[in-house]
């Protein structure tokens, strides 16, 4: 699976976009991206994924580059619930896959 | 509620002693992962297994066990902690080897 690479903190005042940059510059056709966040101490919690095309859920934005090397989660009004670190992974859907967590974005939400 | 069940939720031990957590899957899930994550730290995944069967194997270590039972419930098995065992511990379930995957809330181990 492709490696990502995301910055290491952000803070966002609240009722703005977060905006949360993951670059993945070695994926590969087949591979998803997906994003998980994790509230402090609780398990990661799935938001949202996609191949290709911009996805939207009642949580979250996916834009996903033309070339896919990079992707941006968009929360748009973040609010201080949404204070957590942030995962983005690519993985192949089927098939053997182990999630890898790196350190993620820890994005801190202010008012 | 994700549907992944862990227990207990908390656990202080000793030194030297053995432990063991529980793991009960989400309703039609075979797959069952284990991670550990200390403080400050990234989710380390420690092992997988799917329909009874281990799977992958990670960063787990010789007094780490685990199993999956023939309800899928999984349990994983810590003996002679020391105070660097102390972490959370987080399983996870997905329906298959590959798809949608759902953590549970984590049990804090405490080594004292």
């Known amino acids: 699976d492709a490696k990502t690479t995301q910055p290491p903190s952000m803070d966002c005042a609240e009722g703005r976009a977060a905006n949360l940059p993951c670059n993945h510059s070695?994926?590969?056709?087949?591979?998803?991206v997906y994003w998980y966040r994790q509230i402090h101490s609780q398990g990661p919690q799935y938001i949202i994924h996609?191949?290709?095309n911009n996805e939207t859920n009642e949580m979250a934005s996916l834009i996903i580059t033309e070339d896919r090397k990079s992707s941006t989660l968009i929360l748009p009004h973040a609010t201080l619930r949404d204070t957590a670190v942030y995962y983005c992974?690519?993985?192949?859907?089927?098939?053997?896959?182990?999630?890898?967590f790196g350190r993620g974005t820890s994005l801190i939400v202010h008012p | 509620d994700s549907g992944v069940t862990q227990t207990p939720k908390h656990l202080i031990t000793a030194t030297g002693q053995r432990v063991t957590l529980r793991c009960s899957p989400r309703?039609?899930?075979?797959?069952v992962y284990w991670y550990q994550q200390s403080l400050d730290q990234g989710l380390q995944f420690l092992i997988q297994?799917?329909?009874?069967?281990?799977?992958a194997k990670g960063n787990i270590l010789e007094r780490f066990s685990a199993q999956q039972f023939p309800d899928l419930h999984s349990e994983l098995n810590l003996s002679s902690l020391e105070l660097g065992d102390s972490a959370l511990y987080f399983c996870?379930?997905?329906?298959?080897?590959?798809?949608?995957?759902?953590f549970g809330s984590g049990t804090r181990l405490t080594v004292v």
């Open positions: 996609g191949l290709k």
């Open positions: 070695t994926i590969s056709g087949n591979e998803y």
């Open positions: 992974i690519v993985r192949v859907i089927g098939g053997s896959y182990i999630p890898t």
């Open positions: 996870a379930s997905s329906a298959g080897q590959g798809n949608g995957y759902t």
């Open positions: 309703s039609g899930d075979l797959s």
């Open positions: 297994y799917y329909n009874g069967e281990e799977r």
